[in-house]
């Protein structure tokens, strides 16, 4: 089974901003920008070798995002690990331990099925297993 580092999730306060910023830091623009109704999160996406980077701007002031950012600043949101059987792996960590945020994995953005192990298993680093879409 197969666990790989697929994206580094950042929250940022204006998206706009960061989109711009990162733009110039990569010299190449964002391949994709996506909003989460369900989450009230807008994505974008930034291809950088192997991994991604993934900015998360909140769309509502009950944001997930917009929560993180009031508690703990701008930064590193979430670590996303690309695996090839969703279910299988959180069958497997859940045996092993570890809490996930939800049970079930749910749509997310950049066609990805995804789900959150819950920070408090990780060592505080909120961390997603994530499966494409295909
Ligand atoms: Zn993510």
């Keep these: 089974m197969s666990f790989s580092l697929e994206h580094i999730g950042i929250a940022v306060k204006d998206l706009e901003q960061s989109k711009k910023l990162f733009e ?28 991604k980077i993934e900015l998360l701007g909140a ?23 690309e695996v090839d059987d969703i279910e299988r792996q959180i069958e497997r960590l859940k045996s092993a331990g570890f809490d996930f945020v939800a049970d079930q994995p749910k749509n997310g953005s950049d066609n990805k099925r995804i789900c959150f192990l819950h920070p408090r298993s990780t060592g505080v680093v909120l961390t997603e297993l994530c499966q494409s879409i295909l």
Excluded: M, N, R, W
Excluded at 33 to 48: I, L, M, P, R, Y
Excluded at 59 to 81: M, R, Y
């Design 59 to 81: 769309t509502s002031p009950e944001s997930v995002i917009q929560k993180f950012i009031e508690k703990k600043g701008e930064g590193i949101h979430h670590l996303a690990f």
């Design 24 to 51: 110039t830091l990569f010299q190449t623009p964002p391949y994709k920008s996506e909003t989460v109704d369900s989450e009230k999160v807008t994505t974008v996406f930034f291809q950088t070798g192997q991994a």
